[in-house]
């Protein structure tokens, strides 16, 4: 799991329960400066990603 966050230093490790289960996501990316409250998860397809569409949910901070 792939993350882009700017909350969050690179190499963070986070999880999403809500959504996600135990699945554990790194941040590897930034995005735009505007999105400064947001996390974009990497998917494999533009068609998951519309699938998925845009959530709320909690994030746990596994390691800094």
Same mark, same amino acid.
């Given at each position: 799991g792939i993350i &882009?966050?700017? #909350?969050?230093?690179i190499g963070t490790q986070v999880k #999403?329960?809500?959504l996600f289960g135990d699945k554990v996501f790194?941040?590897?990316d930034r995005m735009h400066w505007?999105? &400064? /409250?947001? #996390? /974009?998860?990497?998917?494999p397809s533009k068609w998951e990603a519309y699938?998925?569409?845009k959530r709320? &949910?909690?994030v746990?901070?596994?390691e800094l």
């Open positions: &882009a966050s700017n #909350i969050f230093p #999403i329960p809500e790194v941040v590897e505007r999105f &400064a /409250d947001r #996390i /974009d998860v990497w998917m699938s998925f569409g709320k &949910a909690a746990e901070i596994v």
